[in-house]
C-alpha cells in the first residue's frame, strides 16, 4: 500500500510539471503583444540586411559606373573635344548675333 500512494504522489507530480508547461506554452501563444514585437524585430532585422546589401550593390555599381564613364572619356576624347568646342562657338555666334540686332 505505501509503494501505491508514492506511485500516486508521483504520477500526480509529473501530471502537475506537464499541466504547469502546458499552461505556459498557451500563455505564450495568447500574448499577441509580445508575439507581434518578436515578428516586429525579425522584420526590422531583415529590412535592415536588405537596405546594407542594396547600399552596397549601388556602390559597387557607382564605381564600375565611373569608371566606364572615364574609360569612355579617354576612348572618345576627340570627338567629345570636338563637342564641346563646337558649343562654344555655337554660343559665341548667339552672342556675336545678338549684339548685331542691337
Known amino acids: 500500500m505505501a509503494g501505491d500512494a508514492k506511485q500516486l504522489r508521483d504520477e500526480i507530480e509529473r501530471?502537475?510539471?506537464?499541466?504547469?508547461?502546458?499552461?505556459?506554452?498557451?500563455?505564450?501563444?495568447?500574448?499577441?503583444k509580445a508575439r507581434a514585437q518578436g515578428k516586429a524585430t525579425e522584420l526590422a532585422g531583415q529590412v535592415t540586411r536588405q537596405a546594407k546589401n542594396t547600399m552596397?550593390?549601388?556602390?559597387?555599381?557607382?564605381?564600375q559606373a565611373r569608371k566606364q564613364g572615364a574609360e569612355a572619356a579617354?576612348?572618345?576624347?576627340?570627338?567629345?573635344?570636338?563637342?564641346?568646342?563646337?558649343?562654344?562657338?555655337?554660343?559665341?555666334?548667339i552672342v556675336i548675333w545678338?549684339?548685331?540686332k542691337r
Open 74 to 93: 579617354r576612348t572618345h576624347r576627340v570627338p567629345l573635344s570636338a563637342a564641346a568646342a563646337g558649343v562654344l562657338l555655337a554660343a559665341i555666334a
Open 98 to 100: 545678338r549684339r548685331g
Open 56 to 63: 552596397a550593390q549601388g556602390r559597387v555599381q557607382a564605381v
Open 15 to 32: 501530471t502537475r510539471e506537464h499541466l504547469g508547461e502546458t499552461v505556459e506554452q498557451l500563455a505564450a501563444k495568447v500574448d499577441v
